[in-house]
């Protein structure tokens, strides 16, 4: 008996699995097109620092240049076709279409 105690309960976990997985997808299918996303941009201390030699900034500058890009969060306004429009730089919207 204890057996199949046990395999009704495996049965009633997967199928909870299953719900819960179909009603992710459905949320996802009622979501409409184009849909928004974040995304993020990562600078490099280092290279930011040759960029800001290569124009010309002294040591203090090229110190501060290297945060410049440190971290740029875009909003995308993505299509289904899987090209995309940014819509926000660091939550302040652009005013053109790119």
């Known amino acids: 008996?204890?057996?199949h105690t046990e395999r009704l309960a495996e049965i009633a976990r997967q199928q909870a699995a299953?719900?819960?997985?179909a009603e992710q997808l459905q949320a996802q299918q009622t979501v409409p097109w184009p849909r928004r996303?974040?995304?993020?941009?990562h600078s490099n201390k280092?290279?930011?620092?040759?960029h800001g030699e290569e124009i010309g900034l002294d040591a203090e500058g090229c110190k501060t240049f290297t945060h410049a890009l440190y971290e740029v969060e875009f909003d995308l306004e993505v299509?289904?076709?899987g090209?995309?429009?940014i819509i926000?730089?660091?939550k302040k919207p652009l005013l053109g279409q790119y």
């Open 79 to 81: 299509s289904r076709d």
């Open 46 to 50: 280092e290279r930011m620092w040759d």
């Open 1 to 3: 008996m204890p057996c």
């Open 37 to 41: 996303h974040k995304v993020y941009l």
């Open 18 to 21: 299953l719900t819960a997985e």
């Open 88 to 90: 926000a730089v660091d």
């Open 83 to 85: 090209t995309c429009k």
